[in-house]
């Protein structure tokens, strides 16, 4: 079908949704408020967005990416960490408000379809999305079918274990990949060199007016590209466990590409350069076997929202 | 197709070949030593097997399951490690001899499929046989089908990292699980306590009449059966790697179940109820999630020709 | 000299002073609250102490041990982490009201003195006191010399470093021992295995009338002692990791002798025995070089009082 | 005593001789072929070089640096892994052929012990040397005092665990420093990138003729020095472990200096700035306790042969 379809992406504060067409286009794109905490709300903000885009556009299916889990029939919300839905069937909510086709997605899963389809992996056929922001998520294609897991919760990539006894993590285990990998782990270890009075943190510490706690991610992208050594050792260093932890995923995995995306891919080279070192250093058999291609995801936090889009348009 | 199929495992030193029913029942089965380093002899040697086997059989497919990196088209043999072949286009090679249609597919692939369709794996649709022997492999099924990766050498599952800076492994590369998790890693913790005069592992030693090179892996298991703590703790041990293993394996595929083969898992539930264990304590979000199923394989050393045979009638 | 000495522990929560004679013996002892927030009124209640000890005995030197950073001369407590101490003379404070000689020491290196001295080390010359309490403290003596350091800040062998960016450390560092071998890292395993609904943490619960966070150390200890294997395994990695970083120590100070002391080690051979199994597993060298001997403190909590009595009659 | 004393370094290819002064300087030294297999021919040659010496000098004691281990009481050699001495009473055979008083002392004690005397750590009471060579070894002082240790077996540092379940040791236990900070740490590194093809590491390759076989530690240095950045990271990441290991050694012993000798820290600052770096990032309760000083020794291979003399002196 080469209809339009509308992509909503459902975060903990905002609502986007987009007309989306056959190739991926964003036609049209309008943001609301997410009324987080309030189950009928949130419907009614999906349903609000939606009617006014279809104002303009003839929409023919719906993809809702939701941050939780979600079940297999791709039509409940099991979980959401940040949102008040438990066990919401909300294709069922939302298809006679709409009277269209709703496929509810989680949204790493929709984004790494997005970026599959139309962005960094659109030229192979087994691709793996890294989205590193505030955590370590990602997305699983193989052989052009999106991976969902036998209980729909696959791709929780940044709890694969990097370190036996590790940091404690937010999910109970220990020495997960995100605690050392994500956006959370490079702010973490800024503060905490500058804290301890680490001189080569003094330019960073600086930039945040001297007060600690107002250091963050993007202050350090921002340094390190000014030439700031102390934050491009930072971001080399999550590059370095990102490269790490690619080189265990390709040899279970074996995918042609792994994109990076999220918040902290916005530091580009400086990331991703370590990255592909990491990954080269650490690859098992490497020189007998063919080497994955490593590059930074291309559409930027819209790949959710086409993702879901396209993958309505799918069913 | 319910026909008659021949399944064909190569090894290093011995080749296997069974005629498999539609069921997954070998009804005749043939082995012959293996002229590792010919490969013309290798083929003579297959070829040879199949017509013996087609005497009696009305044979209508061959699926052969060989040791090393198969291509994608299921018909190379890019590399193997403890044979001949290097980029033999075997199924080329093999059908105008036979006259007919011929599959091959890596070893532990194979027997990933046999368990799945007709063994541990019968009952799910997203599994992982996890095979320990002298090393760790696997092989992966996704929603029923075979995961072979993008260049066809996926569910190399004992090259994940576990521990960083770790053991070197053969590939190069260190900390691999195959370090820590294997029969091989049994043998060396068990001698290496007993060169270092260890008090517990007596009974093992004069179990191998006091000549430490003499303990191997089926002895342990022995050691262990009879109660020996020594015996039992070196199989703990390893079934913990396992688990710790599964439980990265789990957060990045979420399988329904994890089959576990090989010869070391003769061991059973000495092996198997540590691994479980382990897997339930370092499990991510463990509690939010459903919890897969560990067992111990069910078709023994047969799963590789079995599956081969079925993956020849696939086609 | 042989005349008596007076002991004072100076702790977060209380205050105790006893009366020492040469051999150790405790004629005496009294203990009052811990004014921790003033640091005149610690004072005050040292000296009342001293003094109604000394109403019926004939103390001749006060040896204080106090919980902090102690100079080199042994007069000044640098840094109290719980008591208002910032470098306070306590020396020069104490001995115009006391008219005596007063000696201040680390408590830690006090319980090892008092260990090496009168306790569990009093045979060998090179010894080393591990205390394993909320943390993990301790003190070492070398050629019948108390070892203080450069800067008085020696034996701090809780943050020896045992796992490379593992769990982050109160002192700012990852990976330190006190994070896996406290009575902290006990009740953290034990509590986390209770949230996480685990079975085996069951019985334990259940002795914490259901409540997760009344699960402390005494009672892992207590059930471990009436054969819950739940709580036995708790211990057991505890011992596991001290036994390990004593393997460390072994390499570096080749003491004659560890003894394990501090709230933890009353549970005795659950914790004790699994310590020499690991430090013998792990042992670099072992087989070529002597083995200390690993075995409980003898004088419980007042090996500190003891050993800061006998210190001040060293000087 | 402020005569000469004659210094005597016993390595397994030569042994070297020196009239050394009461300051530390060596008046003449001569180096002849260690006959490392043979006992009798070893004490020989010893005696002929002390004779040879002593003919132009008025040497009044013997002090000989043994690679081994010297049980306490000085005299007797209890093993040597590259000599044939296996309890062997030294003193007692020199010092009736030379009718002087001998001391005998582990290689890396004496170094220490000259450092600490007359080289880098003449300034300080509390010092520790490490050598990086083909391993990692090093040696005590405390307070003026050359620690030994209940067997004489102390300052093994390069067996420091720095990896639990690492790197396996020629000690036969896992993850010890030495496996990760010595040359030939530096030397395996270094070719298994070339090995692998690494792009980064082809100057060095070509270093070598491109003979993977023939990069060795003395060439990395060269590159390192002349800008080869590849080269200079495989220093940084030597001096990253070093680094970290000095920050444990610090939490347990407090040294005021650490020097670093040996082989490879002819590196100078390409290896000592980076173990600096890692120190000052991983040293616990960083900021709330003084900083040591890590520098380079300043005796060069001199320094046992300096500080066995002295050691004699000192008896």
């Known amino acids: 079908m080469t209809g339009l379809a509308c992509g ?3 975060g903990g504060t905002k609502i986007a949704g987009g007309v989306v067409d056959h190739e991926g286009r964003v036609l049209e794109k309008l943001t609301v408020q997410s009324p987080a905490a309030d189950v009928g709300a949130i419907e009614d903000a999906i349903t609000d967005v939606v009617q006014r885009l279809r104002a303009s556009h003839d929409i023919q299916t719906v993809g809702v990416g939701a941050a939780g889990y979600v079940d297999r029939t791709r039509s409940t919300v099991l979980f959401a960490p940040n949102l008040a ?4 069937d909300l294709k069922a ?8 086709p709703v496929v509810v997605e989680n949204d790493a899963n929709a984004a790494a379809w997005g970026e599959f389809t139309f962005g960094a992996g659109a030229h192979v056929d087994d691709f793996l999305l890294l989205t590193v922001g505030t955590g370590v998520g990602g997305g699983l294609v193989f052989d052009g079918v999106l991976h969902r897991g036998a209980f729909g919760v696959a791709a929780e990539i940044g709890h ?14 220990h020495g997960c990949l995100e605690q050392y990998a994500s956006g959370s782990a490079l702010v973490r270890n800024a503060r905490g060199e500058a804290a301890a009075g680490a001189p080569p943190a003094r330019l960073l510490l600086a930039r945040a007016g001297g007060e600690i706690g107002k250091i963050d991610g993007p202050m350090v992208t921002a340094a390190a590209r000014e030439g700031d050594k102390f934050a491009v050792d930072l971001l080399a260093e999550l590059g370095r466990w990102l490269g790490e932890g690619i080189a265990s995923l390709a040899a279970v995995l074996d995918p042609a590409m792994v994109a990076v995306g999220g918040g902290v891919s916005d530091a580009g080279d400086l990331l991703i350069v370590p990255a592909r070192e990491a990954f080269l250093r650490t690859l098992p058999a490497r020189g007998n076997r063919p080497e994955l291609e490593i590059a930074r995801a291309t559409l930027g936090n819209e790949a959710g929202l086409i993702g879901a889009a396209d993958l309505s348009r799918q069913d």
């Open 85 to 88: 839905w438990r066990d919401v």
């Open 160 to 173: 694969l274990r990097v370190v036996p006894d590790g940091q404690l993590c937010g999910c109970g285990a």
């Open 8 to 10: 909503i992406d459902v």
């Open 93 to 100: 909510e939302l298809e006679p408000r709409l009277d269209l």
